[in-house]
């Protein structure tokens, strides 16, 4: 009997007590879900390729620190499928008792599986791929649905009646787009309007190296109360200590499946980090919490997605919370960091 109450209390993990205690949450858009300021993404480091524990460690220690919000897609892995697979055990094996305190989102729009209902944006396409997430992940709904990018062949009106179905059949309680640009957006916000189901936030890439959305997109999106969750903010690590001294063998643009080539970690952006990590230094923060400030400035960014191979990246990113204000001096720098 002893024994088996001591099994029990090894195995049963218990998150922490004081998990909201440091974490900002914002509200997203002119909705009335709160994000917190830093999310955590599944996309590299969570797949069939990557070890179990390392994955449930990250993500126990995420909710530690009161980050409630776990972006997946159905491609997620490698193989596609296996990230949210691995993040169905970490829910049975740990969180599921705290389902209710999570935000849970996932995506289809990229290639998932063979043929032609594999990929893209239609109605046949984005309903299985809601369901097929949801049993990898043993989960009843997702809190976000997004359609993952734009596509060009299949009408709007079908990829948006699509999503407003998933949020009425209750297989996702809110609708997101990701990667629309400016124009797409606003069309696609104007649907799902009329539709009865509202967007709630979009998903674009944005960062230092990466400023498609100042051209429009998050006017557009604060016009129309629209939340934004910025994802790849620190350019997949570029925007941190990681290459300063090479490439290190643990590292994203070290691994054949990673996202990030070798090729993208150049001079001319090594040159650009280590003036703007001077900058980081001088306000007291590192290279990370300064990309992150950076992209969190604007009010429309609810949240910056970012990704973590070590708990140590995950304390990192929320360190930038204690100071998320950056003067006009200190913007001037970095702009001219930027612009050379
Ligand atoms: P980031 O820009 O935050 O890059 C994360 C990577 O940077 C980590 O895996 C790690 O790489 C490195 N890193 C993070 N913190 C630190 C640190 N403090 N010091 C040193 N290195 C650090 O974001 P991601 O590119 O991972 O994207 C985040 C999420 O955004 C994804 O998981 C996904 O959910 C979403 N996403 C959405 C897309 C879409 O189309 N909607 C597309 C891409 C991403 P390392 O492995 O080298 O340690």
Redesign the pocket.
């Known amino acids: 009997m002893l024994a088996a109450i001591a099994e029990n209390l090894m195995t049963n993990w218990l998150p922490a007590a004081d998990r909201y205690a440091s974490m900002t949450y914002r509200r997203t858009g002119r909705s009335g879900l709160l994000l917190p300021a830093v999310s955590?993404?599944?996309?590299?480091?969570f797949g069939g390729v990557d070890a179990y524990e390392n994955g449930r460690a990250l993500v126990r220690a995420a909710f530690d620190r009161g980050i409630t919000h776990i972006?997946?897609?159905n491609n997620?892995g490698p193989p596609p499928g296996s990230a949210e697979e691995c993040f169905g055990r970490i829910l049975r094996d740990d969180l599921m008792p705290y389902r209710d305190e999570l935000v849970i989102s996932s995506?289809a729009g990229?290639r998932m599986q063979p043929g032609p209902y594999g990929e893209w944006g239609s109605r046949k396409y984005l309903v299985q791929s809601c369901e097929a997430s949801l049993r990898r992940m043993g989960l009843n709904h997702v809190d976000i649905f997004?359609h993952?990018?734009p596509d060009p062949d299949t009408p709007l009106e079908e990829t948006m009646g699509a999503l407003d179905h998933l949020v009425r059949s209750g297989k996702a309680l809110y609708a997101g787009i990701?990667?629309y640009p400016a124009d797409r957006a606003r069309e696609a916000i104007t649907l799902l309007r009329q539709l009865g189901t509202p967007c709630l936030i979009h998903?674009?890439?944005y960062?230092m190296f990466n400023r498609w959305v100042e051209g429009g997109l998050l006017d557009c999106l604060g016009e129309e109360g629209v939340g934004c969750i910025v994802?790849?903010?620190?350019?997949?690590?570029?925007?941190?200590?990681?290459y300063l001294d090479g490439i290190?063998a643990?590292?994203?643009?070290a691994?054949a499946h990673?996202?990030?080539k070798r090729d993208q970690v150049d001079e001319a952006k090594l040159t650009k980090v280590r003036a703007l990590a001077a900058i980081a230094k001088e306000r007291g923060q590192?290279?990370?919490q300064l990309a992150l400030t950076w992209v969190l400035r604007h009010t429309t960014v609810t949240s910056?997605?970012?990704?973590?191979?070590?708990v140590?990246?995950?304390d990192?990113?929320i360190g930038c919370l204690a100071k998320l204000s950056l003067d006009a001096g200190e913007q001037k720098k970095i702009e001219a960091i930027l612009a050379t």
Not at 231 to 242: E, H, K, V
Not at 250 to 253: F, G, L, W
């Open positions: 955590l993404g599944l996309w590299h480091n972006d997946l897609a997620y995506k990229y997004y993952h990018r990701s990667n998903q674009p890439s960062s994802f790849s903010p620190l350019a997949q690590g570029m925007l941190t200590d990681r290190p643990d590292s994203r643009a691994k990673g996202f990030l590192t290279m990370a910056a997605l970012i990704g973590a191979s070590k140590s990246q995950i990192d990113a």
